[in-house]
């Protein structure tokens, strides 16, 4: 397995693992795990944006969520899940 695999696999685990915190309600480990992908492995990667947003969401930071949310969308601008969500967040302020 070649190094740019390895690192894709090592995000995909990362991400995973990240939506299993978030549905364990572990929003905390769900965060590190998504901020970790995107400062440290891959800083375009909107899956894991849009999970770390959703679990500052579910803490109360609703500002940071928004801004998180803000670059899965901007990332990936066609993929209706981020922008409902973020849609979703904005009414709710």
Avoid at 35 to 62: C, E, H, M, Q, W
């Amino acid at each position: 397995m070649d190094n740019k695999s390895r690192l894709a696999t090592i995000c995909q685990l990362y991400t995973n693992r990240s939506l299993c915190y978030f549905s364990l309600n572990k929003h905390d480990k769900a965060i590190e795990d998504a901020d970790y992908v995107v400062t440290t492995i891959d800083p375009k990667n909107a899956k894991a944006f849009f999970r770390k947003g959703l679990s500052l969401a579910k803490v109360g930071k609703t500002q940071e969520a928004i801004v998180e949310l803000q670059k899965a969308v901007k990332l990936e601008p066609g993929t209706e899940l981020y922008s409902n969500e973020l849609a979703n967040l904005r009414k709710s302020k």
